[in-house]
């Protein structure tokens, strides 16, 4: 059978994940140095493992509705509301922040639609664009990973409809300044544009470049962003699949109509465990993911590495030494050294950089660095 011929064309443009690729690599190196997967290296609270166990046992185990439970829709509103002073119309629980981006591009690309993407990105950007058959149009944030306005206005097109946003962003761990947000807020409303933010990493964040509070897009430019979040990240919850998408009501009531075709539901005993999310206490975590920054930073610079340091999430995204010629040339003689990375071009249109990511041990930490800096010598 001709399954080539049979395929969809969205699927031949699709790349196996570059992260996954490592990830698997990962389980065939004994004792391999592993930063490459952002996962966070501590577990799930017990709090939040007892009210899943509670939700099972009492029988919360059928289909709840398709846009989440509605005392976790509430909480979320609460949340970002205490987070951004800014109450959102609405929002949707949905399958992890992928399936919020997911959903989110549905609802608004169509077929030959432009989207705003920031080059580095997250991998599924592009890919989740296309799906949708719209077209990925990429602004580059090199050298800083920050925003430039004039920059990306040049890009917008009369099919241009999304820009999309992250902050604190994947792979770089930069966060965007008040000044950065506001122009982007003004250049979308400008433009009758649609922001969608990736704030998965809110709670991860060190300071801001300008020394103001971390503010979502959304209080910005409440009437045009739909924030995406979850707990993924900030509770290790990786594998719970509990996300969420907030924004004004028109566009949150379409991603419920899609929801209930595609995911139908984000896992209702996850929910309910995350009704007590809210509650923990990350300011230790937060605190040691600083100090492996630190640590990180400041021993690649010794090194020799142009590296911008992060505000948020758990990223490093040194330029590689002029040694090498590609990111992933850089990646594959780290690997001879059992030192897992992820080269630059998963990520971006270049390959000048590598990503690490710091949701490791110390000690893992420092193994990894000693390698870093003999290939930088």
């Given at each position: 059978m001709d399954y080539n011929r049979l395929l969809a064309q969205r699927v031949s443009g699709i790349e196996a994940s570059g992260i996954r690729k490592i990830f698997d690599l990962a389980a065939t190196i004994k004792d391999a140095i592993n930063l490459s997967i952002g996962q966070p290296d501590f577990d799930v609270p017990d709090p939040i493992k007892d009210a899943c166990i509670d939700a099972i046992r009492s029988g919360f185990n059928r289909y709840p509705p398709s846009a989440g439970i509605p005392e976790l829709r509430a909480l979320v509103l609460d949340h970002y509301e205490q987070l951004h002073g800014v109450r959102p119309e609405s929002s949707i629980i949905t399958s992890g922040t992928s399936g919020g981006l997911t959903l989110a591009l549905m609802a608004l690309v169509n077929p030959g639609d432009e989207v705003l993407v920031p080059d580095p990105y997250f991998v599924s950007y592009k890919h989740l664009t296309a799906m949708c058959g719209g077209t990925a149009v990429y602004y580059d944030t090199y050298p800083d990973f920050g925003f430039d306005a004039s920059r990306l206005e040049k890009l917008i097109t009369p099919r241009t409809k999304v820009i999309l946003a992250m902050s604190p962003a994947n792979p770089t761990g930069v966060c965007l300044s008040h000044k950065q947000k506001t122009e982007l807020a003004d250049l979308a409303r400008a433009n009758n544009l649609i922001i969608i933010s990736d704030e998965i990493y809110e709670l991860f964040t060190y300071g801001n470049p300008d020394g103001l509070p971390n503010k979502s897009l959304g209080a910005y430019y409440p009437e045009g962003t739909l924030a995406v979040g979850g707990l993924s990240k900030t509770l290790a919850m990786t594998g719970w699949r509990v996300g969420w998408v907030t924004g004004p009501s028109a566009l949150v009531e379409s991603l419920i109509k899609l929801q209930q075709f595609t995911f139908v539901c984000a896992p209702s005993t996850a929910q309910k465990a995350a009704l007590g999310a809210f509650k923990i206490d990350l300011s230790d975590k937060v605190e040691q993911y600083r100090r492996k920054r630190d640590f990180l930073v400041s021993g690649?610079?010794?090194?020799?590495?142009?590296?911008?340091e992060p505000g948020g999430a758990f990223y490093l995204f040194p330029r590689?030494?002029?040694?090498?010629?590609?990111?992933?040339?850089?990646?594959?003689?780290?690997?001879?050294?059992?030192?897992?990375?992820?080269?630059?071009?998963?990520?971006?249109?270049r390959d000048t950089h590598f990503r690490i990511s710091y949701a490791a041990s110390d000690a893992i930490l420092e193994d990894g660095l000693k390698v870093m800096q003999e290939l930088a010598g």
């Amino acid at each position: 059978m001709d399954y080539n011929r049979l395929l969809a064309q969205r699927v031949s443009g699709i790349e196996a994940s570059g992260i996954r690729k490592i990830f698997d690599l990962a389980a065939t190196i004994k004792d391999a140095i592993n930063l490459s997967i952002g996962q966070p290296d501590f577990d799930v609270p017990d709090p939040i493992k007892d009210a899943c166990i509670d939700a099972i046992r009492s029988g919360f185990n059928r289909y709840p509705p398709s846009a989440g439970i509605p005392e976790l829709r509430a909480l979320v509103l609460d949340h970002y509301e205490q987070l951004h002073g800014v109450r959102p119309e609405s929002s949707i629980i949905t399958s992890g922040t992928s399936g919020g981006l997911t959903l989110a591009l549905m609802a608004l690309v169509n077929p030959g639609d432009e989207v705003l993407v920031p080059d580095p990105y997250f991998v599924s950007y592009k890919h989740l664009t296309a799906m949708c058959g719209g077209t990925a149009v990429y602004y580059d944030t090199y050298p800083d990973f920050g925003f430039d306005a004039s920059r990306l206005e040049k890009l917008i097109t009369p099919r241009t409809k999304v820009i999309l946003a992250m902050s604190p962003a994947n792979p770089t761990g930069v966060c965007l300044s008040h000044k950065q947000k506001t122009e982007l807020a003004d250049l979308a409303r400008a433009n009758n544009l649609i922001i969608i933010s990736d704030e998965i990493y809110e709670l991860f964040t060190y300071g801001n470049p300008d020394g103001l509070p971390n503010k979502s897009l959304g209080a910005y430019y409440p009437e045009g962003t739909l924030a995406v979040g979850g707990l993924s990240k900030t509770l290790a919850m990786t594998g719970w699949r509990v996300g969420w998408v907030t924004g004004p009501s028109a566009l949150v009531e379409s991603l419920i109509k899609l929801q209930q075709f595609t995911f139908v539901c984000a896992p209702s005993t996850a929910q309910k465990a995350a009704l007590g999310a809210f509650k923990i206490d990350l300011s230790d975590k937060v605190e040691q993911y600083r100090r492996k920054r630190d640590f990180l930073v400041s021993g690649l610079r010794a090194a020799g590495y142009d590296v911008v340091e992060p505000g948020g999430a758990f990223y490093l995204f040194p330029r590689i030494p002029a040694k090498f010629a590609t990111g992933q040339q850089y990646v594959e003689e780290a690997i001879k050294h059992r030192l897992l990375l992820v080269p630059g071009n998963v990520f971006s249109n270049r390959d000048t950089h590598f990503r690490i990511s710091y949701a490791a041990s110390d000690a893992i930490l420092e193994d990894g660095l000693k390698v870093m800096q003999e290939l930088a010598g």
